[in-house]
């Protein structure tokens, strides 16, 4: 089993809806993020929690730490949201390396 | 802003030949990690490190894998005879301290053994 699993795998949507990928995990962590990979590989780094809401402009997230489960929401998406978002975990320790999901593919039409 | 450099972006290489991959970290940054992602499938974690030593490695980094800091700024990945298989995107990531903190990532580069 996955420790770290996300859904959808693939969102298509039109410009302008609201978007919500899920993420739940089941391991211990001391963190989770949210990441971005563009289509030509590149990945940013867009949140990282431990508990409760962060908003960055157009994208929020949220975790719960009790329910082991992330969501990450965009509002009023648009083309150029199109791009995998990874969740990823990190389970503390001393090297705080990441163990990553699957990512999910969104694609945002106009 | 500063950012994680990595080179080349892209390696072409014959079964058996060894490569370096190349990355300068944040310069204020103390631990330092290689990931890589096959294509189409998730990004795995390959090796830490942190004050100069492997702090932690997964199955994947076995004796063909090496990783140094030669100097103050560079951080390599040797792979000593690269499989086709080791085929993929190569990510090395910086990170200021221990603690939460965030990771920074540079572009990749992508591995192609022929």
């Known amino acids: 089993k996955n420790e770290v699993e996300q859904s959808p795998q693939n969102l298509t949507a039109q410009e302008g809806e609201f978007i919500t990928i899920n993420c739940s995990y089941s391991v211990g962590i001391s963190a989770l993020h949210w990441l971005q990979q563009h289509p030509g590989g590149g990945i940013v780094s867009l949140f990282m929690l431990s508990s409760g809401k962060k908003k960055h402009g157009r994208l929020i997230a949220t975790i719960n730490i009790q329910e082991k489960h992330s969501s990450l929401h965009i509002t009023a998406s648009h083309p150029r949201d199109s791009a995998v978002y990874i969740c990823?975990?990190?389970?503390?320790?001393?090297?705080?390396?990441?163990?990553w999901g699957a990512g999910t593919k969104l694609i945002i039409k106009p | 802003e500063p950012e994680v450099t990595q080179t080349p972006s892209h390696q072409v290489t014959q079964m058996g030949q060894e490569v370096i991959l190349r990355c300068v970290p944040i310069s204020n940054h103390l631990y330092f990690y290689w990931y890589r992602q096959i294509l189409g499938q998730k990004v795995e974690f390959l090796v830490s490190f942190y004050n100069n030593e492997i702090s932690e490695k997964s199955e994947i980094f076995d004796d063909q894998f090496s990783v140094e800091r030669p100097d103050g700024s560079n951080f390599t990945l040797k792979i000593r005879s690269t499989k086709l298989e080791d085929s993929a995107m190569y990510f090395c990531a910086s990170r200021l301290q221990g603690g939460v903190y965030e990771q920074y990532f540079g572009p990749g580069t992508r591995l192609t053994v022929t």
């Open positions: 990823a975990v990190s389970r503390g320790g001393s090297n705080y390396q990441l163990i």
